[in-house]
């Protein structure tokens, strides 16, 4: 028996030992061909591609040395997905501008959140209607600056009635209403039973995201998919999102006026029965998507980023303190975006907040529509496009110190506002200039801690870098 043991263990590792070669020899073989073409990259193993040659907790710092290692332009496996990174503002420039089209398809990552329409970009012509709709957006009596303006007077309204606070969470409900204003017509009370059960799943979705179970989902979905796990939860979040979505839907179909659009969904409504013959792109599927995509992204970066800009300017209270002076300087009422051409030094702040922070990282995987010669290298139709954004928002060539908060970035040496690149979506720096810019004509932020001892390095994950949660501890405002 104990022979016979020993026999099946042999066969069984010769077995294990002949598929593993044959898998690497298939691997090599392919690889061989195709790296006559594609752009250069380390090794990947059979299955797990180069998972187990990036730290997942910085994979920042690995990008760029393999960066440094091969070029502008590489390719890595995550799990069995081919993806070719870009990396610095030439090369990224060069391939989302230069060829627009060709790198305009959605990337494929299973479990990735929808962001806001210019971070993830809706197919074709959905994506020109969100943008116009959101640019031109004059519908019902109230501008997105006026919604924005009115958002901002109940945050303030909040902070004056709370002493010593974390106020991450206030700043989420805010920047929410604002995007419920444009999306759905109306803002929620922040007592709303729904309204805080859609908070609390966009931050649960968050946390999720940055955990080990959603990344193996993201390198091998067909598995997990019959896994249990805490990946499965993301998904059940993502469906309670569409039956409110849905029964927003249903209410506006009921009380929807052709003649005046109030939001969002009216307006996409209205398109819907303007193309209903034909095979429209504008369909309840899509109406659903596109308001999630908005509604989620739209809290979520944005969010993110006021957090992240309250920390800052509690460690560097010196820049504080000069947009202080600006504020006094400029305005001596409730801010508007008319007073951004007069407040410089405020303006290049919120744009270096976002340089700074590169809330997202790695982009937002696109893909290729076809084959593409990008320098030397062919990229196949399909194939998965990581823009590596981080290397833009810090490439030496265009910021002389990227890894200082240095709002000089944004500033020439008469000290006007220096436009450089496209730091963030329109709307996103709209938001955070107003609320940003309100906060601190009405409070001095007070930290409780030395600056000094303010740690603003992000919790990393492989989608976006969020503040951690325990600075938030470190924040007061005080009138």
């Known amino acids: 028996v104990d022979d016979m043991l020993v026999k099946v263990q042999t066969i069984t590792v010769f077995l294990v030992f002949c598929v593993t070669c044959l898998l690497f020899f298939s691997l090599w073989r392919k690889m061989s ?3 006559r073409k594609l752009p250069p990259g380390p090794v990947p193993f059979p299955i797990l591609g180069n998972l187990l040659q990036l730290n997942t907790k910085n994979l920042s710092r690995d990008i760029e040395e393999l960066s440094r290692m091969y070029g502008p332009v590489f390719t890595i496996y995550l799990g069995s ?35 806001i329409p210019l971070l993830f970009p809706f197919p074709g012509i959905l994506r020109q209607f969100v943008l116009s709709t959101l640019r031109n957006f004059g519908m019902g009596k109230r501008s997105i600056e006026e919604r924005i303006q009115e958002e901002t007077c109940f945050l303030v309204e909040r902070f004056r009635n709370t002493h010593a606070f974390a106020p991450f969470l206030f700043l989420t409900h805010a920047v929410s209403n604002i995007i419920c204003s444009i999306v759905f017509g109306d803002r929620f009370d922040c007592e709303d039973k729904k309204f805080v059960t ?3 799943l966009i931050e649960e979705n968050g946390s999720l995201q940055r955990s080990h179970w959603i990344l193996l989902y993201n390198f091998f979905p067909t598995l997990m998919d019959y896994l249990p796990g805490p990946h499965q939860q993301i998904f059940k979040n993502f469906e309670a999102f569409r039956r409110f979505v849905q029964e927003r839907v249903k209410i506006h179909k009921e009380t929807l006026d052709p003649n005046c659009p109030h939001d969002f969904i009216d307006a996409f409504l209205i398109k819907m029965e303007e193309e ?9 599927e899509s109406l659903a998507g596109s308001t999630m995509d908005l509604f989620v992204g739209g809290t979520e970066s944005t969010s993110s980023t006021l957090k992240f800009g309250l920390l800052i300017l509690l460690k560097y209270p010196e820049i504080e303190e000069k947009v202080h002076e600006e504020i006094d300087r400029v305005i001596g009422r409730s801010t508007c975006m008319a007073d951004r051409s007069q407040m410089p030094y405020t303006d290049a702040v919120v744009h ?8 997202v990282p790695f982009g937002v995987p696109r893909a290729v529509t076809g ?23 810090y490439d030496s060539t265009e910021f ?27 709307l996103a720096r709209v938001e955070i200039f107003l609320i940003l810019t309100t906060i601190l004509q009405n409070f001095i932020l007070k930290p409780v801690i030395d600056p000094k001892d303010i740690d603003i390095t992000p919790v990393m994950s492989f ?5 951690k949660p325990g600075d938030s501890r470190s924040l007061a405002c005080l009138a």
């Open 33 to 35: 061909f195709e790296n």
């Open 371 to 393: 084959d593409v010669r990008l320098n030397q290298y062919i990229i196949p139709k399909g194939t998965t496009i990581f823009p590596f954004l981080k290397s833009v928002l």
């Open 463 to 467: 989608v976006t870098d969020t503040p």
């Open 81 to 115: 997905e081919r993806v070719v990174v870009l990396s610095g503002y030439k090369t990224v420039k060069k391939a989302l501008i230069g060829f627009g089209d060709e790198f305009s398809r959605r990337g494929s990552m299973p479990t990735l959140p929808p962001f």
């Open 276 to 284: 209903k013959y034909g095979h429209s792109k504008f369909n309840e």
């Open 198 to 200: 859609l908070i609390r």
């Open 400 to 426: 002389p110190s990227p890894e200082q908060f240095n709002p000089g970035h944004f500033l020439d040496e008469n000290g006007a506002f220096f436009y450089r690149m496209c730091v963030g979506e329109s």
């Open 352 to 359: 270096e907040i976002q340089r700074f922070i590169s809330l």
